[in-house]
Structure formats: structure tokens, C-alpha cells
């Protein structure tokens, strides 16, 4: 079974699941802001993917924070970033089959499980 983490409330995330759904796929959504974070989970994201592709640089949440915070990012202080405000994390992240696949695309969920 798949497991979608992110956010409720985002386009994203429901375009995501309206695909998941229409598919009949089944999956598990993670809700961040309802069910917490894992800083153990969001540390091997970060050894596997890198802060880079995790962090969402075009989002508001990113663009709220200091230039100085923003110019320094690292391993150490993208986790931080993760753990105090989920909503910088690029949306969706779905697991299948230890697949990881950040942000949604339908042709990329259509390789996924066909």
C-alpha cells in the first residue's frame, strides 16, 4: 500500500489524491498537521533525497523565512525547518513500494503503478 504525507488543505495534495482515488489505488494519507511529524522519518528523507528536493523553495512558508536562514540551509537546519513548520515540505511525498516520488505529476503516478 502507498502512503501519501503532506497537508490537507493543499491544491497539490488533493489533485494527488483525486488521481490516487479515481484509479482505485489504494493508499494512506499522512497528515503532518493532524498526525505530527518523525524527525527520525524526516533525517533518512533528507540522507536519501537531500534537503534540497524536500524543501519547498516556492512556497510561502520558505519565503518567510530570514535571507539568512534561507542562504545557510543545510542538512541540520533544513530538518529544523521540517520539524517547526511541515508546510515547507514539498507536497506531495508518496511512498509505494519504497519508491519515493515528491510533488505530483500525473504521468509520473501513471509509471508508478502501471
Known amino acids: 500500500m502507498s502512503i501519501m504525507y503532506g497537508i490537507k488543505n493543499c491544491d497539490t495534495i488533493k489533485k494527488a489524491k483525486k488521481w490516487l482515488e479515481a484509479e482505485n489505488i489504494e493508499f ?3 497528515d503532518y498537521k493532524k498526525e505530527g511529524v518523525d524527525e527520525a522519518l524526516f533525517k ?4 536519501e533525497l537531500g534537503w534540497e528536493a524536500l524543501i519547498n523553495r516556492r512556497g510561502t512558508t520558505w519565503r518567510k523565512l ?3 536562514q534561507k542562504e545557510n540551509m543545510n542538512d541540520t ?3 529544523a525547518a521540517m520539524l517547526d513548520n511541515p508546510s515547507i515540505i514539498k507536497r506531495p511525498l508518496l ?3 519504497g519508491q ?4 505530483f505529476k500525473a504521468e509520473e503516478y501513471t509509471a ?3
Do not use: C, R, V
Open 28 to 30: 494512506t494519507f499522512h
Open 44 to 47: 533518512s528523507w533528507i540522507s
Open 66 to 68: 530570514p535571507d539568512e
Open 77 to 79: 537546519s533544513a530538518l
Open 95 to 97: 511512498i509505494h513500494n
Open 100 to 103: 519515493k516520488t515528491l510533488g
Open 112 to 114: 508508478i503503478y502501471k
